[in-house]
């Protein structure tokens, strides 16, 4: 399993670095219009720059998850117990996981809402906007199982 979750964060760490080119790309070109008079002022940048930064949002959440750099505060003091501090993890890990079903349930919904919709400007079908949410949810889901199966064999005796 960690194998296939090692695939899928690869493959999300790639999407996340072209997600940010794609962004790049119409920015610069928006950036560059109001100076240059050669370049023409396209209206689709600022629309495709914005569901770029969309899906690099989410794509960015998943990875945090996978790599555990979320912002959190350590409010209760550390324990020199292993299984006191796996107990705490599994906590916040249910915690997100609980984030990551609202993530899946109203992401869902709000693809049924968008499903006929397209984009205003470059016709784009919304539908492929809108799963950035439940994807995100599934994917941290997955994420969070195999954390807290990790923090579960350390509560059970196995070593980190």
Known sequence: M???LDAIHLVLKLA????VAGLL????MQILARFVDFIPRY????????????????VGAMCAVRDGTHFDLEILP???NPKVEAAKRIFVH????????IFIWYGWRFILFGWFQVSEIAQLPMNWIFVAWPLMGVV????????????ISI????RA
Do not use: D, N
């Open 94 to 101: 249910l915690m997100i996981f609980i984030v990551a079903i």
């Open 78 to 80: 550390e324990s020199p």
């Open 25 to 28: 790309v119409p920015v610069t």
């Open 140 to 151: 941290s889901a997955l994420f969070l199982a195999e954390k807290i199966a990790r923090e």
């Open 43 to 58: 209206i689709w940048t600022e629309e495709i720059a914005r569901f770029c930064f969309v899906w690099m949002i989410m």
């Open 2 to 4: 960690t194998r296939v």
């Open 155 to 158: 509560m059970r005796g196995a």
């Open 16 to 19: 996340l670095g072209l997600l």
